[in-house]
T-cell receptor
Framework: KAGVTQTPRYLIKTRGQQVTLSCSPI?????VSWYQQTPGQGLQFLFE???????NKGNFPGRFSGRQFSNSRSEMNVSTLELGDSALYLC????????????FGEGSRLTVL | DQQVKQNSPSLSVQEGRISILNCDYT??????FLWYKKYPAEGPTFLIS?????DKNEDGRFTVFLNKSAKHLSLHIVPSQPGDSAVYFC????????????FGQGTELSVKP
């Protein structure tokens, strides 16, 4: 069974640009969450989607947005990039909303110059 | 407001000895706790979890203890092996927040041969 797949794995952008990251969950999983990991901050919750609906949102500015498609694949977008957005963006999927265990992808490493 | 805290950024242990990783939380609404392990350049992988109705859960070399009155949980690894060297994150979930997990900052464990 294929795991969570994230693309691209690495990317470099400049301030003011925007970026779109993609995530394909484990087959059959309908819930997709996004987390941002920065050194010393652990993993910060961005948002969770289930059946194409955003179910939960973290404390990030409106520049961070996401969506989920009918096949459960998800994208997140960051507009007007800032230097502080440099981080590892992790996508995770789970079978249902109440199941505690998340299965993570390898992440997309974003560097903003 | 850091609801889940791992106060030790790093821990070094000799192979064969016990590793104890600690985690404190502040939100009494948390009802499910998880530990994840992360190797460099990989996404976090689920290790072990515990429901708030239990005080101990064991899986092979890994045991998680929960002390609800102290709002404290710990992960014991016995015996520790060099392959256990990784960053360990504790995470918590509450029923009224859907699937959102709150993560600690992580503890980097180094197991020396």
């Amino acid at each position: 069974k294929a795991g969570v797949t994230q693309t691209p794995r690495y990317l470099i952008k400049t301030r003011g640009q925007q970026v779109t990251l993609s995530c394909s969950p484990i087959s059959g999983h309908r819930s997709v969450s996004w987390y941002q990991q920065t050194p010393g901050q652990g993993l910060q919750f961005l948002f969770e989607y289930f059946s194409e609906t955003q179910r939960n949102k973290g404390n990030f500015p409106g520049r961070f947005s996401g969506r989920q498609f009918s096949n459960s694949r998800s994208e997140m977008n960051v507009s007007t990039l800032e230097l502080g957005d440099s981080a590892l963006y992790l996508c995770a999927s789970r079978g249902g909303l109440d199941t505690g265990e998340l299965f993570f992808g390898e992440g997309s490493r974003l560097t903003v110059l | 407001d850091q609801q889940v805290k791992q106060n030790s950024p790093s821990l070094s242990v000799q192979e064969g000895r016990i590793s104890i990783l600690n985690c404190d939380y502040t939100n009494s609404m948390f009802d499910y706790f998880l530990w994840y392990k992360k190797y460099p350049a990989e996404g976090p992988t689920f290790l072990i979890s515990i429901s708030s109705i239990k005080d101990k859960n064991e899986d092979g070399r890994f045991t998680v203890f929960l002390n609800k009155s102290a709002k404290h949980l710990s992960l014991h690894i016995v015996p520790s092996q060099p392959g256990d060297s990784a960053v360990y994150f504790c995470a918590a979930k509450s029923n009224n927040q859907g699937g959102k997990l709150i993560f600690g900052q992580g503890t980097e464990l180094s197991v020396k041969p």
